[in-house]
């Protein structure tokens, strides 16, 4: 019988971390830009079908497959980064330091710190948010009355 054992699971986990850290800050806004987005179409998507259909678990369905899409493009999401970047240091391959201020312990690879990270994965689902209220689909769906 083929498995992963949970000691195999836990070092590619490390690794993973360790990768995470070494990443540039390009590569970080980037695939956070994109997860965003995706998130972002993903939520407007479920709202869609919720209100369509009138039944939760439209929404319920449809959401995690912009999550099963972030994980299959290996997109970056805040959450991974708080998961797995404490990893390395617990195995003792990095420091507190450079867990924290999210840098690699080689001073050529400085990348962004936590909010940094945070505020990357928020500006995409915001914009998503204010587009579609601008296109007043969002409104319409909920059937929002102007004040006079």
């Known amino acids: 019988m083929d498995y992963i054992t949970p000691a195999e699971v836990a070092a590619t986990m490390v690794e993973t971390g360790r990768r995470k850290l070494a ?19 993903a939520t407007s998507l479920a709202f869609t079908g919720v209100v369509s259909t009138g039944q ?58 936590v909010t940094a990270i945070s505020a990357r994965d928020r500006t995409a689902p915001m914009a998503t948010i204010v587009l579609i209220w601008g296109t007043g689909s969002l409104g319409s769906a909920f059937k929002f009355q102007s004040v006079p």
């Open 56 to 113: 939760p678990l439209v929404g319920a369905l449809i959401f995690p497959v912009g999550l099963i899409i972030i994980v299959l493009l290996a997109l970056e999401l805040v959450t991974g980064s708080f998961a797995l970047l404490p990893l390395p240091w617990l195995d003792g391959d990095a420091s507190a330091t450079a867990v924290v201020t999210r840098r690699d312990d080689r001073p050529a690879a400085a990348t962004p710190t």
């Open 23 to 41: 990443l540039p800050i390009y590569d970080l806004f980037i695939r956070g830009a994109l997860a965003g987005a995706i998130l972002g179409v």
